[in-house]
């Protein structure tokens, strides 16, 4: 059974590990094989038979021939309904944590793990306000005595209100039950609302990148219209200082060109295995024309000294790539010092063939997480291989985070891995594709015919995106006049304008309305639950009506006996503190 179970497994998730049992398992199930047979026969066959030899062969009182039949109720036992779904749902639960939770990472699931998650959520909310019913009468006693504490003459009431409460209890319990499962999925229901708003939105941030972004489809292989763009934005600046504090472009993927070859990724060692890299091209100051705050930088390569700091004090790490400091000398470039790429030691005149010149040397930005995948850091040589061309690469920065670009600091970021690469260094692995794939090199007709359907630009490379960060002097009548500047400039249905403020508030209406409608609800079901307390209370006071006349006979005047019903609302009182609680804990951390 337990090879049939794995094999399930394992072909399921697509790994594998060891069929065999492990010693503890083993150790167990023959304890258990070999005692409990034991045990169920030596215990019967002693009480059959008793101690002494006298009971042994007294024929008429041998205990074997006792029979006896005893009806019990489960309930008895222990077994309750109650008991019985409580079980139930632990073994649901123990099945979606242990197994269905592992097989969504394993499978890359991940909307499965969130259908889990919130499943786990509702139960531990269900869970609490039970567990708060059991514990209830507790609190009800020690809040009784607390509130009366102070007055001295009413302690003798304190009897009263818990006989009521005990009188009550299975009413009160499904009141307060259903009064507080009622709050908490409000709650609940509130905070989901308010944190996938607060998600949405931050998404919206991540995704634009800039105050304001010029962007194509993918489908889209020739760009925008860079020198149009560039020169029209520098007019702008003129006429209104202040409003523009910065603009930048990044290129096009290299797969967008015709005649190109996958470019693969290594440490200088050629271990770990080469990953397929998409190379972009970006402009020196792009992130200071992106929302700073989204930068989340890694290691610097510390042989460049120029970083100039961003608005939020962070060093500019693409500004390194295009930074000469720290290349490699044209000696160190040409020879192989460290015997990495040859079998034989080299002598001082030989040069590396197979890799480029020492001008060729590639700068690359990098995300975080390819540093424990790839082994790399700022200080290991890398090695980019386009097609049977080796460059030397220099990694001039780690980035966990880069507005725009799919970085991350997991190492999961390796399948579909990025680098970001000046422009110039752009242009050099592009001829370098172009010279082993056809022998006329650029000058191939179907390069040709590319190059010149691309829009004009600065360097001649095709641009996918233009990111724009506003200045201080930016007015919303100056917002509205460049967009619509701008939309001459896009003759495709391709190309788009994102502004990061409009979207914002486009979504924030939306999820003002979300908001009243979760207003509505709330205040729907807190009238429902009013009424249910109403009439709970109200039946209450009417089956004590007699024990009210009789408790006035004795001498209880009317404020007393408004107090010992106000006590009695403790069962109510109590478990929905702990809501109300939470509800305030999370609307002081939304406010913070």
């Known amino acids: ?15 594998s590990t060891s069929y065999a049992l492990s010693t503890p398992s083993l150790i167990l199930g023959l304890l258990l094989g070999i005692i409990m047979p034991l045990l169920s026969n030596i215990l019967p066959i002693q009480r059959a038979l ?22 019990m109720r489960l ?46 959520l509702i139960i531990l909310i269900v869970g609490m306000t039970f567990f708060i019913n059991l514990v209830q009468p507790y609190f009800e006693t020690v809040l009784a005595n607390i509130i009366l504490f102070p007055f001295r003459k009413d302690i003798p009431l304190i009897p009263i209100v818990l006989k009521n409460l005990h009188g009550h209890r299975r009413r009160n319990n499904k009141t307060a039950l259903m009064f507080t499962l009622a709050i908490s999925f409000l709650v609940f229901a509130s905070a989901g609302i308010q944190m996938q708003s607060t998600t949405i939105i931050d998404n919206i941030r991540a995704g634009v990148a800039s105050d304001l972004t010029i962007t194509t489809a993918p489908q889209n292989k020739n760009g925008i219209r860079e020198n149009d763009l560039r020169a029209f934005l520098v007019e702008f600046q003129a006429k209104h200082p202040n409003s523009i504090a910065s603009f930048s472009f990044f290129t096009l993927p290299t797969r967008v060109f015709p005649k190109v070859v996958d470019v693969k990724i290594s440490p200088g ?18 992130l200071h024309s992106v929302i700073s705050r989204l930068y989340h930088p890694g290691p610097y390569e510390e042989a460049v000294k120029d970083y100039p700091l961003l608005p939020n004090g962070l060093r500019d790490g693409i500004h390194a790539l295009y930074s000469h400091e720290g290349m490699s000398e044209e000696a160190e470039a040409r020879f192989d010092r460290t015997n990495l790429t040859s079998n034989r030691r080299l002598k001082s005149d030989d040069s590396l063939k197979s890799f480029s010149p020492p001008a060729d040397e590639i700068r690359l930005v990098l995300p975080t997480g390819v540093m424990q995948e790839l082994s790399m850091d700022t200080s290991t040589p890398v090695m980019l291989h386009v097609g049977k061309t080796k460059f030397r690469a220099r990694v001039r920065h780690f980035a966990g985070k880069i507005p725009g670009f799919i970085f991350s600091n997991y190492r999961q970021v390796t399948f579909a891995l990025r680098a970001l690469v000046p422009n110039e260094d752009y242009i050099k692995i592009l001829h370098a594709m172009w010279r082993e794939l056809t022998p006329l090199g650029i000058n191939d007709p179907d390069v040709i015919d590319y190059l010149r359907s ?3 630009s600065r360097d001649g490379l095709p641009k996918e995106q233009m990111v724009m960060r506003y200045g201080e002097g930016m007015t919303n009548q100056l917002r509205n006049t460049l967009k619509d500047s701008l939309r001459n400039f896009i003759n495709s249905d391709n190309t788009f304008i994102l502004e990061l403020q409009e979207m914002i508030e486009a979504v924030n209406v939306a999820l003002f309305v979300i908001n009243v409608f979760s207003i509505v609800i709330t205040v729907i079901s807190l009238t429902l639950s009013f009424f249910v ?23 209880l005047n009317k404020l007393q006996m408004v107090k010992v019903y106000v006590l009695s609302l403790i069962h109510i009182s109590e478990p929905t503190r702990q809501a109300e609680i939470s509800y305030a804990v999370f609307c002081l951390k939304k406010k913070n």
């Open 75 to 120: 309930e008895e036992l222990g077994v309750t309904p109650g008991t019985t779904l409580f079980a139930i749902m632990l073994i649901v639960i123990g099945f979606g944590a242990y197994y269905l939770a592992p097989m969504a990472f394993l499978t890359e699931n991940m909307r499965l793990f969130m259908y889990l998650l919130t499943a786990v």
């Open 454 to 456: 691309v829009p004009p």
């Open 533 to 555: 307390l109403l009439v709970s209370f109200s039946a209450n006071v009417s089956e004590n009506s007699w024990e009210f006349g009789v408790l006035r006979a004795v001498g």
């Open 1 to 15: 059974m337990n090879s049939v179970i794995c094999f399930v497994v394992f072909t399921y998730i697509g790994s």
């Open 50 to 71: 008793t101690k002494t030899l006298r009971d042994s062969l007294d024929l008429y009182h041998r205990v074997v021939n006792e029979v006896s039949v005893q009806f």
């Open 269 to 286: 060692s050629g271990y770990p295995q080469k990953n397929i890299v998409k190379l972009i091209g970006i402009d020196k100051n792009y």
